[in-house]
């Protein structure tokens, strides 16, 4: 099975919207244009979104739930009663499951915090861990970015005599869970006024009203102070790793969160941002967190138990702090070879599927391990534009009684967790959203399963209609990219999901030289291209085998490009991170 080729589709100007905005602003018109292109087309929105200032976070007493919360677990500490912050594995989990934790032992209560083994016990809520907890003489379980969806696990909870407070971010079903309090910032009834935030911005909220409350007034104590601006740091972690709409409070939060993770890091980021070779960066970005620091946070809880990241977020020693922050990286270097392997064998398996035609692909290994398999299947919808379905079965003997883990990821217009639901007579479990979801399966169920979900697909989904499109925001010469104007562009950060990166196009480039396969596994294409006078350096990740074609037209190529200032031992440049390219003068656009 081939990899799909992108189109390309650079977007209409207004030149007269464009120089009237830039004017308003007093910002170069290639960043009105970039408003413009990100529908923000009124001065007042438009500096609003260039300042997010921190009086832009809404108030948390608007949050649907959070009073109740706030005195239920201040009532709890007055008394004395443990209370335990129950988290989920991922990085959105253990950055908001660190904000309680640590805002709980302020406040001066008795708390511990519980992780669920991504492998033992899976997402979210379960009976057995509430049990656990229960034992240990703990009677407050505050959840974090999970519990909305956990209508049996409440049921659970009110019989062990736990009073269980949930905060979440997740989609609602029909029937919420009978917990004590639920903390969501889209409860049915209530207009709070922006839904997306994260586990961890939840979480933040309700540190931010404990400490108010404890403070006796909106303006907290020099104490709290301090920790909500730490906070706001590991908010900004969960956010970005957990892809939410980057706009209102999230893009305050990951703007000033950011600033303070430079300036004023805790000693386990302190130690993490050395380990991810980012300590003399001048400036942190979005994407450092989604592609430096996330994934270090991640690997632990993908490979096993996540409870070492929370100590590191939540450690006041510099030796501990290095030693985690050093096996973290270990168990990263661990996930990164999982994932080369697991996706060499994917792409073997798609391509002795060989079928053009096929709507989805569902592929299974025994030698795949169940934490990896959902980044690789993400991979795999950017290669081949359709659902992706990877199940690791281990040795895949039904006879011994293993369970088939299996995590999926799909494309716009094709709604997963529908799928599993409409094929669920072949699945044990599963669970998941629009995008992504996961599911267990008996070993012998695999071959029927993938009859029924590809003849699902086929009817609900047309294989042409994923093709990967780039939106170009405009054309620009390479002479343009200078110091400046990377500067300018720094006023929109931060990027991530309905803010994304602006791409720009370059045609009628030259490459120089020979282009050099670079990185592990030799994935990357290292090359030289110019443009009349100017030459700048490009890199192109993951596309080392698209060499032959980029050299297809006697080095004549267009380029997709970001531009980037690259910094390595003191010395700045600007390099092209390239993300697709067309060989040829002329660039073919739709």
Not at 161 to 166: A, M, Q, T, Y
Not at 513 to 533: A, I, T
Request: hydrophobic share 45%.
């Amino acid at each position: 099975m081939q990899s799909i080729a992108k189109s390309w589709h650079l977007l209409p100007h207004d030149r007269e919207r464009q120089e009237r905005l830039g004017a308003a602003l007093r910002v170069p018109p290639i960043v009105a244009q970039l408003l413009l292109n990100r529908g923000i087309a009124e001065p007042e929105a438009a500096r609003r979104f260039l300042e997010a200032p921190l009086r832009g976070l809404h108030a948390p007493d608007l949050l649907p739930g959070i009073r109740e919360a706030t005195e239920r677990i201040l009532k709890a500490v007055h008394d004395g009663r443990r209370i335990c912050v129950y988290g989920d594995y991922d990085v959105d989990g253990t950055t908001g499951t660190a904000i309680l934790w640590q805002v709980l032992h302020l406040l001066g209560a008795q708390a511990d915090f519980y992780v669920p083994h991504r492998l033992e016990e899976g997402y979210g809520l379960n009976c057995e861990a509430l049990q656990q907890i229960a034992k240990s003489g703990t009677s407050v379980v505050v959840t974090v970015d999970c519990g909305i969806t956990s209508i049996a696990e409440a049921i659970e909870a009110r019989q062990l005599g736990l009073e269980l407070i949930i905060t979440d971010h997740h989609e609602l079903k029909d029937k919420l869970p009978e917990a004590a309090v639920l903390v969501h910032p889209r409860l049915p009834g209530t207009s709070y006024p922006f839904g997306g935030l994260s586990g961890a911005g939840v979480a933040f909220k309700l540190a931010w009203a404990l400490a108010q409350r404890a403070s006796g007034s909106e303006r907290v104590t020099p104490r709290f102070r301090d920790f909500l601006m730490d906070s706001i740091t590991l908010a900004a972690l969960g956010l970005v790793a957990d892809v939410v709409p980057l706009h209102d409070e999230n893009r305050i939060f990951v703007r000033h969160g950011l600033l303070r993770l430079q300036q004023a890091p805790s000693p386990g980021l302190k130690a993490v941002i050395a380990a991810s070779g980012l300590a003399e960066k001048a400036q942190l970005c979005a994407d450092d967190i989604s592609f430096k620091l996330a994934p270090r946070l991640n690997a632990v809880g993908r490979l096993g138990s996540a409870r070492l990241v929370i100590e590191l977020l939540t450690t006041t020693s510099p030796q501990r702090a290095a030693d985690l922050a050093r096996y973290l990286e270990a168990q990263n270097v661990q996930r990164q070879q999982f994932e080369r392997r697991i996706l060499a064998r994917a792409r073997e398996l798609a391509a002795e599927f060989n079928s053009e035609d096929s709507p989805a692909l569902v592929l299974a290994d025994p030698d795949w391990h169940a934490g990896i398999v959902g980044i690789v299947a993400s991979r795999l919808v950017d290669l081949y534009a359709r659902p992706v379905l990877l199940i690791a079965l281990r040795n895949g003997q039904a006879e011994s009684g293993l369970i088939g883990q299996g995590s999926g990821r799909s494309v716009p217009g094709f709604k997963l967790h529908e799928a599993l639901e409409a094929c669920g007579e072949h699945l044990i479990s599963h669970g998941g959203h629009a995008a992504a979801a996961g599911f267990k399966i008996l070993p012998d169920s695999i071959d029927a399963f993938r009859t029924r979900f590809c003849a699902y697909a086929t009817k609900h989904f047309e294989t042409n209609s994923a093709a990967p499109r780039l939106i170009l925001d405009t054309e620009v010469p390479l002479s343009a990219l200078t110091p400046g104007l990377l500067r300018d562009l720094d006023q929109l950060e931060p990027y991530g999901t309905d803010n994304r990166r602006p791409l720009f196009l370059a045609t009628n480039l030259q490459v120089v030289g020979d282009p050099r396969r670079v990185g592990g596994g030799e994935r990357h294409l290292s090359f030289r291209v110019r443009q009349q006078s100017t030459a700048w350096r490009a890199i192109a990740f993951g596309k080392a085998e698209r060499q032959e074609e980029l050299m297809s037209a006697a080095g004549r190529c267009c380029l997709v490009f970001t531009p980037r200032i690259n910094e390595w031992q003191g010395y700045r440049r600007i390099d092209l991170e390239v993300v697709d390219f067309q060989a040829g003068a002329q660039a073919s656009l739709e």
